[in-house]
């Protein structure tokens, strides 16, 4: 059977990075491996942004949001069964940070998929800087992810202090008591950036699992609880595309906004990518992307969003 891995956390918390440095360690290994982008939005910038990997033994899919749930999971389910067949040692799956675990365990024990595959690791990725102040839906997300890990990863640990961190692993902790979930079982907790990982930060993640977990559900439609607007083309500095992005992040006339995410075309060619949330802004060159941004929120404004950046393309 395929063993299946799901990289799962918050948004922004690093599920594309982590992938990116996980799927080189198993190609190390001698491994084929597939990943599978399940994205709740119309447009995938995280696929994106592993193309750097991607040649003989690594190789990517993407199931494309832009549809209602049912649409969306027999997507996912179709997509599986695809891969089933193209010889893959492993698959990843990176959802969207606001997803629904059951969708994943629900897929995979389905016929023909539970034939098929093995459920392998559930590693949940938290940003050790966590905004504190999610609302009942995110907290929930957050903690249903938390409450089935095998592995625990708390990244960005060195942009934080010691007693920042603390106070997101009690805040964590409590988010997953909220579920009345009984007698968690406790996943393998690793606490350090993700270019620090060793070897046997690996290894051990490699064989930490999942758990099953009996909690209340909060039953809701995560697009009517998330938004997310398109920008396409715009043309901003660099200067200005980080200024901008970090106040509408800060302005709450814009609604909840999470995180910004995308690419800009700068002259001569050049492109940048951006990964904006309010732990901080990140900009690195890339050599190709696509000319948009997206902003991913909670009761997001898009007039008051359209008063730093002109029209959305929605």
């Known amino acids: 059977m395929i063993k299946i891995d799901l990289i799962t956390g918050f948004l922004g918390a690093g599920k594309t990075t982590f992938i990116r440095k996980y799927a080189t360690y198993l190609m190390r290994q001698g491994l084929d491996i597939g990943i599978l982008e399940n994205d709740f939005g119309a447009v995938n910038v ?21 549809c209602d749930a049912d649409c969306h999971r027999r997507r996912f389910k179709t997509k599986l069964i695809a891969m089933g067949m193209c010889g893959y040692n492993r698959i990843l799956v990176e959802p969207s940070g606001i997803f629904d675990m059951d969708e994943f365990f629900d897929a995979l024990h389905e016929e023909p998929l539970d034939r098929w595959y093995e459920i392998g690791n559930v590693i949940t990725i938290i940003d050790a800087g966590l905004e504190q102040d999610l609302s009942e839906a995110s907290r929930y997300i957050l903690a249903s992810q938390v409450a089935q890990a095998g ?7 060195k942009d934080v202090t010691k007693e920042r961190l603390t106070a997101t692993e009690d805040y964590v902790r409590q988010s997953v008591e909220h579920l009345h979930c009984k ?8 606490k350090k950036d993700l270019d620090a990982l060793e070897e046997s930060d690996y290894e051990s993640i ?3 699992g999942y758990h099953t977990a009996d909690y209340a559900k909060l039953w809701f439609n995560d697009q009517e609880v998330y938004d997310s607007i398109y920008f396409m083309n715009m043309e901003f500095s660099e200067e200005f595309l980080k200024q901008s992005s970090e106040k509408i992040l800060n302005d709450s006339a814009c609604g909840k906004v999470f995180r910004i995410k995308g690419f800009q075309n700068l002259p001569k060619g050049r492109w940048i990518s951006i990964n904006a949330t309010h732990q901080g802004t990140e900009i690195h060159p890339v050599t190709e992307g696509q000319a948009i941004l997206i902003v991913i929120g909670e009761n997001l404004n898009k007039e008051a969003i359209e008063q730093y950046w002109g029209k959305s393309n929605e």
């Open 183 to 190: 007698k968690p079982i406790e996943p393998l907790v690793i």
């Open 151 to 157: 592995t625990v990863l708390y990244s960005h640990t």
């Open 46 to 66: 995280d696929a994106m942004l592993l193309q750097d990997i991607l040649g003989d033994h690594c190789t990517l899919e993407m199931v494309a949001g832009g």
């Open 206 to 208: 490699l064989s930490s």
